[in-house]
């Protein structure tokens, strides 16, 4: 099982600032096959991010993914007051699929 | 649009059942692989299983091997989820999520159904 190890685990930040998220996985994820969620308080995830650098569809550009092996970066630009959230890194290219713990983006 | 649509909430007692579904619409429901997640209350998320666009095929986390069964319908667009012998720490929302491939990410999630397990 590839166990993925997100940092830090809350990220103090004001709107317009940068903020970089990190994803590191215990073995290589194969092919790039990374993606990032964001979640918010009682909603289901979303995607924002596939294979490592891909934006979902409607992601706007301020989100940007980057890595391969075993090392993957999620960085928004700049912050949004709606992209303060729990944001997941995720790798599907093995069984189990599996989540990272989770990085709460909050409001400084 | 595209959509998922769950059930409502569910509240069991310890060793019950509890089947949950999700309704597809706004897309081809036969061409996709649907997955099941999981979140405990102030959790991370947690994948359970997934299974093929015919039904025909599943595969489980080996934490639920033996407890858990996921069927789809065809003729609805839904797919089920079921898992048994519940205890307490089996409380959470679930989600269906589908699978843009059999390797691809999970870009469609229901809504959450929660599930509370209590005596």
């Known amino acids: 099982e590839i166990v993925l190890t997100q940092s830090p685990g809350t990220l103090s930040l004001s709107p317009g600032e940068r903020a970089t998220l990190s994803c590191r996985a215990s073995q290589s994820v194969s092919s790039s096959y990374l993606a990032w969620y964001q979640q918010k308080p009682g909603q289901a995830p979303r995607l924002l991010i596939y294979?490592?650098?891909s934006r979902a569809t409607g992601i706007p550009d301020r989100f940007s993914g980057s890595g391969s092996g075993t090392d993957f970066t999620l960085t928004i630009t700049r912050l949004e007051p709606e992209d303060f959230a729990v944001y997941y890194c995720q790798q599907y290219g093995s069984s189990p699929r599996t989540f990272g713990q989770g990085t709460k983006v909050e409001i400084k | 649009q595209v959509q998922l649509v769950q059930s409502g909430a569910e509240v069991k007692k310890p060793g019950a059942s509890v089947k949950v579904s999700c309704k597809a619409s706004?897309?081809?429901?036969?061409?996709?692989?649907m997955h099941w997640v999981r979140q405990a209350p102030g959790q991370g998320l947690e994948w359970m299983g997934i299974?093929?666009?015919?039904?025909?095929?599943?595969s489980y986390a080996q934490k639920f091997q033996g407890r858990v069964t996921m069927t789809r319908d065809t003729s609805t667009s839904t797919v089920y989820m079921e898992l048994s012998s519940l205890r307490s720490e089996d409380t959470a929302v679930y989600y269906c999520?589908?699978?843009?491939?059999?390797?691809?990410?999970?870009?469609?999630w229901g809504q959450g159904t929660m599930v509370t397990v209590s005596s």
């Open positions: 299974i093929n666009p015919s039904g025909d095929s599943t």
């Open positions: 999520a589908r699978g843009t491939a059999r390797l691809g990410a999970f870009d469609i």
């Open positions: 706004g897309y081809t429901f036969s061409s996709y692989y």
């Open positions: 294979g490592a650098s």
